[in-house]
């Protein structure tokens, strides 16, 4: 194609993307709008949803001061026998300390070269363009229902 086909393709592209991102705008505007304004009740729809965040983080700090004082109920009676058994004790547990934290390292390494990342990039790259062409198909659609639209607007009024 050359001169004002190509020049027609360009700008009908243009005005597709731009009619693209202004229903992706409206869509988020709107999930937005729904999340943020204030219900009939009075309360907005977010609100339980951080109330409930919030409980959750009150329990998960009580829980975590009860084990921190477990831990230290019994860290102090294994802290005296550490110390009464000495210089043997932490070269024992030195010993297997280190061994297990290469044991621990080799299947950190093993466990890292098993994770798939190019199948998951993959798979989302696949997801992402699935869904590229489900909005354009809808938006295809919702473009040529409205020329036509328009077509029969102005056969009606005679343009």
Known sequence: MSG???????ESEQQFDLLT???IGVAVGAAVTLLFRTGP???????PMLRSTGKG???AAGAGLQGVKWAGERAA????????HGRDSARWAGE??????????????????NIPVSEIGESVREYVDGAREAINDVVREELSD?????RQQRKRIGI
């Open 146 to 150: 409205l020329r036509k639209a328009v």
């Open 77 to 84: 009676p294994g802290a005296r026998w550490a110390a009464e």
């Open 57 to 59: 983080a009150q329990w």
């Open 96 to 113: 297997r300390t280190s061994r297990g934290y290469r044991v621990a390292r080799d299947r950190g390494e093993e466990l890292v070269d």
């Open 21 to 23: 991102a202004a229903i």
């Open 4 to 10: 004002p086909a190509r020049d027609s393709n360009a």
């Open 41 to 47: 009740s009075g309360s907005r729809p977010i609100g």
